[in-house]
């Protein structure tokens, strides 16, 4: 059998907002163990858990103040220990979130760094003013602002490619490669089946010169994957990852096919996977937020370019910092559950490990808040700092950044109709959204026709089908609605996937002479004549 993370299926938990089980309006490590049940039904073989760390929580708990240390909102360390156990009893692994690009500034190693003679200044980026007082260089962070924050105290600045909270560690010190060591063996050892690794490109930084002048994140070319980048991966994979059956998954924006294959390519022993973003900023301008328009036929170059130039993809189309897919690629009004299920057939016929983010199994939409005092993602306001510095009116911004914000997937998990949508009993941390009422979990458990149980038999059906999950990708037509691929084993299986990407009835080129059995359909079709209503999607065995 191939590498057992090549064969299931993931579920990323963002906690704060799955399940609240002591009604503090927060979700928590106990909530998650009470719905163990439902993702073994749901056929995921790994959790991958968002970080429950110790955190002070400016950007969500990706700002660990302590690595070895549960942050007390989720829970205590016993129930983590508890979660790993029953995930296990249920045949399901937990890899976990490795942020170790930045640190919080309330973590001890940054307390003591702040101390010029301290042993610690070097974990981090500390540099003096430049000569006109000012930061050391031109670079900003993801988050639109300075990358450099001041400290009066020593008179230095320390650099934060994120929230100014999220002061970056010093990759050139050993010392630093060889806690983050100890770091992963505690959680290899406590159970974790692997590591998402955050920025995991970002951690090595060449030169501290200028960048060109950029809108955002200005000074990258000096530490998007940089070879440094690469040594440190391979050192942490030498000394820990080997010594253990686990896999990782690196997260990489901003990330060249080029530099994917070097981070990912098995005989160079780095990562096992990579997210990129290409597939998800089609319609975008520089990354995220500035919407361009559409086209179906760019979708699939994106697809074919990742799938075929990749010895192994992450494939996934939400996480906890995108908008959800219904609401970005698909419809979210008439033709919800329609096109929630062509993306559920989408995601679960690509090569490679799928991820499926929590809620995209319900089909749960982009928020419903009207402005942005509603909002809570530090992004999401820096952004829109950013955008009115550019004299951007405040309407235009809110309809930008309302498409594209974190938060669209951080509003708490839609289990039922209930008020707190069976999520918490308390106030919820982000507002609930109020199609809970329609569209939740409890309503779709037992309906035949629900995306919950669409997605079900997808997994099922990826699950036992050894062409959907190592078959060879190939494009094979696209026009401005219409994408199609085939999955191949050769002289064994072949499927043609056909979706329509569109509001509007569609052909495709495969009219007439085409054989193939319907296997996946989202709208009852029983045999294939080369007409696509909106919003359809259908797989066919071919042979
Ligand atoms: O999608 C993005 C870039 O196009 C950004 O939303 C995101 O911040 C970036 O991908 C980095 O994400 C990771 O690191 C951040 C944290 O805020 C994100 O939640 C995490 O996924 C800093 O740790
Ligand atoms: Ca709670």
Redesign the pocket.
């Known amino acids: 059998m191939d590498k057992w993370w090549k064969e299931q299926v993931v579920y990323q938990i963002y906690p704060r907002s799955f399940q609240d089980s002591n009604n503090d309006g927060i979700g928590d490590i106990p909530g998650i163990v009470s719905r163990l049940d439902s993702l073994k039904e749901l056929g995921v073989g790994i959790i991958w858990l968002?970080p429950v760390y110790k955190s002070p929580e400016y950007?969500?708990g990706?700002?660990i103040s302590d690595y070895r240390d549960i942050n007390p909102r989720f829970g205590t360390m016993a129930d983590m220990e508890h979660l790993f156990s029953e995930a296990a009893k249920r045949g399901i692994k937990i890899i976990m979130?490795l942020?170790i690009?930045?640190t919080s500034d309330e973590h001890d190693w940054f307390i003591k760094s702040r101390d010029k003679t301290s042993p610690y200044r070097d974990y981090y980026i500390w540099k003096p003013p430049s000569e006109d007082g000012g930061p050391p260089n031109n670079w900003t962070t993801?988050?639109g602002d300075d990358a450099w924050e001041y400290d009066p105290e020593s008179e230095e600045y320390y650099l934060h490619?994120?929230?100014e909270t999220?002061p970056d560690l010093n990759y050139r010190n050993p010392k630093v490669i060889e806690e983050i060591k100890e770091i992963m063996h505690f959680w290899l050892k406590k159970g974790a089946a692997g590591f998402r690794c955050?920025?995991i490109n970002l951690i090595y930084k060449t030169s501290f010169e200028d960048g060109i002048h950029r809108v955002a994140v200005r000074g990258r070319e000096h530490f998007l994957t940089q070879e440094g980048t690469h040594e440190i991966i391979k050192e942490l994979r030498r000394d820990v990852l080997s010594h253990y059956d686990c896999f990782t998954v690196g997260?990489a924006?901003?990330i060249s096919l080029r530099d994917a294959k070097l981070l990912t390519d098995s005989e160079r022993e780095e990562l096992d996977m990579l997210f990129y973003?290409d597939h998800l900023?089609v319609d975008r301008l520089m990354?995220?937020y500035i919407p361009k328009k559409f086209s179906a036929a760019k979708l699939l170059k994106v697809l074919t370019k990742w799938q075929q130039g990749l010895e192994w993809n992450a494939v996934y189309l939400e996480?906890?910092?995108?908008p959800r897919i219904i609401s970005h690629y698909g419809n979210d009004g008439e033709y919800r559950e329609r096109s929630a299920k062509l993306f559920a057939t989408m995601l679960l016929t690509l090569r490679g490990t799928v991820f499926i983010y929590q809620g995209q199994e319900i089909g749960m939409t982009n928020f419903d808040y009207t402005r942005i005092k509603q909002l809570n993602d530090?992004?999401s306001l820096g952004v829109d700092r950013l955008l009115r510095s550019y004299w951007i009116p405040s309407g235009l911004r809110w309809k930008w950044i309302a498409s594209s914000s974190?938060d669209n997937a951080r509003t708490p998990y839609q289990w039922s109709a209930e008020e707190g949508a069976g999520f918490t009993k308390g106030t919820p941390w982000l507002g609930i959204n109020k199609n809970h009422t329609k569209i939740n979990y409890e309503e779709q458990k037992q309906r035949s026709d629900s995306v919950l149980t669409f997605y079900r038999n997808m997994i099922a059906l990826r699950n036992s089908n050894n062409t959907l999950k190592h078959g060879e990708f190939a494009p094979a037509y696209s026009d401005r609605q219409v994408i199609s691929y085939t999955r191949t084993i050769a002289r064994d299986e072949q499927f043609t996937i056909i979706l329509n990407l569109s509001g509007k009835p569609a052909k495709s080129p495969f009219e007439g002479n085409f054989m193939g059995k319907v296997i996946v359909t989202n709208v009852g079709r029983t045999n294939y004549d080369g007409n696509l209503a909106p919003w359809e999607a259908v797989v066919l065995k071919v042979w």
């Open positions: 968002s950007d969500n990706y700002d979130d942020v690009n930045h993801f988050f490619l994120f929230h999220q955050d920025v997260e924006p901003m973003f900023q990354e995220k996480n906890h910092d995108q530090v992004e974190r």
